[in-house]
Structures are given as structure tokens and as C-alpha cells.
């Protein structure tokens, strides 16, 4: 997207993504307007608050207050984006998400860091570890979580054009690039930046890089070619995706996130309403609350950082 350079060899945040093009966006589209509970700067849109000072808005650490202001703001014509924590954009402002924004379809973007286990060092409050099933269950939303920084300005872009309200989920984490810059993206169709016939790892967000590298691991070992499928829409789900995903015979589904609810739900209900069998396994986060720690050691404590992914995968083998 004009306005965003990023040096494709150094690592990059999703939120530090979303702060490059936030001002291109707001170029493009003078109807946009870009709201905040008070995380200006954790989420990078003081740029954009520079440019553009008549169309931002701090409503303070106040999310139910930030969902129905840009649901009134929406009525009258812009494009919220609403910037918030993923555990308090998902929870605390729960009722006013379903109600006041998505009864009415209204197109509101909400964009929420510290998804998963990201702000594990902040502790459980602080995890977004039942947001996607939240906001999934709402009728109208789109649930949506990049696995690639570099890709960001084309999901924003696409959620632009996009009917009713979306959700994008992201961790802290900083990445190197997945995809060339010509990649197409789409909301709603999966990518798949590893081809292979052998057994499918199915995931979102910085999961996608584990299973990467997890798909190398088990080539040395093996020999065999693991596909890796970056469902980065979580609602609407990519079903054919997931079906041809299935004639491998393996899928392990992976996604930081609670294993209840989560894309490994959505993938496992799509393989049984289909009538599909194959090798199945869910990995994510246990359904239960955990003390501080690292988001690595919590990753690798359960099996989805590239050595867990790989395990599970040859375990199928």
C-alpha cells in the first residue's frame, strides 16, 4: 500500500504494522475515523492522531463507552476503527459489541492486541485466551487474525470494502515476512505458504510461523511434506480449505488460543458436518487459567511452538 515501506528482512509487529498504514488508510478514506481506549501508543496510532487530530478520539480506559461511540459513529456514516486490549474489547465490552454494534451490522473495525497468550507477563487478565469464541458467536461479525505483519495493510484495506463488523485479533509478537509482496489476500479464503501432501497443520497468528518451522522439523526427520495453512479468517471459515486439507490424512490445528471455541472448533465441526475422516488434533491453550510467564515458555508448555507442532504431527506419521 502507498505510504507503508517495510524492509521485508527485519522482524515486525502486527501492531507495528498497523500503525505504518494506518495514515495511508485514513488518506484513502476520509470517512475513517480511529478510536481508543486509552492505548495510544501500545497500539501505534499516534501517527495517524498527528495527521489526522479532527478524527481521532480517546474515549480513556473506558471499552463499553468505546463500542457505542463508534456504533453512533457509524450510524452517521464513518468507519470506526476501535483500538482496545483483546481480553477487554472482548469481555468487559461485550454487550455493547453484540448490541449496540452488531444488531445493527454496523461497520465497525475493532482491533485488539494482546490476543492469546502475548500479554501472558501482564497475567490472566491480561490474556485473551476466549475472545475469538466471544466474538465468533455474535451474529453479523467477522473474526479475522494475520499471521503475517507484511500483510496487514491488505487485511485494513479489505476490511474497508468489507459489510458489517469485524474483529482482528494480534499478539505482540514480532515476525519476519511469510508471503511475497504480490500475494493476494482475501478475507475468508485460507493461504498457504507451504504446499505438502502429507499432513496439514491448520493455524492463525503468530502460530503460523511455529507450524513453519515445525513443517522443516519433521522434513529432517521424515521426509515428509507438511502443508501449512494460514486460516487467518477464523469467520467466515475457508471450509474447502479445510476439506482438502483433510485428504492428507493429518491435520493437527493449532491456534493461541482456549482449545475450546477456537479455530480448532470451527475446523473440527467443518470435517464432521462434511463428513470427512482423517487423523485430527487440536492444540491450543488448556481450559485453565495459568500463572505469569513468557509466551514462549507458555507456547512450548503446550505444544504449539514449532517443537510441540512437530511432535504431534510425527506422532500421526
Known amino acids: 500500500m502507498a505510504g507503508m515501506t517495510i524492509n521485508v528482512a527485519d522482524l515486525f ?20 475515523i480511529v478510536c481508543s481506549a486509552d492505548v495510544d501508543v501500545s497500539s501505534r496510532i499516534s501517527g495517524f492522531k498527528k495527521k489526522f487530530p479532527e478524527r481521532s478520539y480517546n474515549v480513556g480506559i473506558a471499552e463499553q463507552d468505546l463500542m457505542s461511540f463508534c456504533a453512533g459513529m457509524a450510524i452517521e456514516g464513518f468507519i470506526p476503527f476501535a483500538f482496545s486490549f483483546a ?3 472482548s469481555m468487559r465490552a461485550a454487550e455493547q459489541v453484540r448490541t449496540d454494534i452488531c444488531y445493527s451490522n454496523l461497520p465497525v473495525r475493532i482491533v485488539a492486541n494482546y490476543a492469546g497468550y502475548s500479554g501472558a507477563e501482564s497475567g490472566c487478565t491480561h490474556c485473551a485466551l476466549e475472545d475469538c469464541a466471544i466474538m465468533s458467536s455474535f451474529a453479523n461479525m467477522t473474526v ?14 479489505a476490511t474497508m470494502e468489507w459489510p458489517g463488523p469485524v474483529y482482528i485479533r494480534m499478539g505482540k509478537e514480532a515476525t519476519t515476512s511469510l508471503y511475497e509482496e504480490s500475494e493476494k489476500y482475501e478475507i475468508g479464503k485460507a493461504l498457504t505458504p507451504r504446499a505438502g501432501e502429507d499432513g496439514a497443520f491448520i493455524a492463525s497468528g ?13 522434513k529432517a526427520k521424515t521426509g515428509a511434506e507438511i502443508r501449512v495453512i494460514d486460516m487467518h479468517t477464523i469467520k467466515p471459515l475457508d471450509k474447502e480449505a479445510v476439506i482438502e486439507a483433510a485428504k492428507t490424512g493429518r491435520i493437527v490445528c493449532a491456534q493461541d488460543h482456549n482449545r475450546i471455541g477456537g479455530l480448532g472448533y470451527a475446523v473440527g465441526n467443518t470435517l464432521a458436518e462434511a463428513g470427512v475422516s482423517c487423523k485430527f488434533k487440536i492444540l491450543g491453550c488448556p481450559d485453565e487459567f495459568v500463572p505469569l510467564a513468557t509466551p514462549n515458555f507458555l507456547y512450548h ?3 504449539y511452538d514449532a517443537e510441540g507442532l512437530a511432535n504431534n504431527m510425527m506422532k500421526m506419521l
Not at 479475522?144 to 484495506?157: N, S
Open 301 to 303: 508448555l503446550n505444544e
Open 87 to 89: 481480553p477487554f474489547a
Open 206 to 218: 503468530i502460530v503460523v510461523h511455529h507450524a513453519m518451522e515445525a513443517a522443516e522439523i519433521v
Open 144 to 157: 479475522i487474525e494475520p499471521g503475517d505483519p507484511f500483510q496487514i495493510a491488505r487485511v485494513l484495506k
Open 13 to 32: 509487529s502486527l501492531r507495528d504494522a498497523v500503525g505504518a498504514c494506518l495514515e495511508s488508510l485514513g488518506e484513502q478514506y476520509p470517512n475513517m
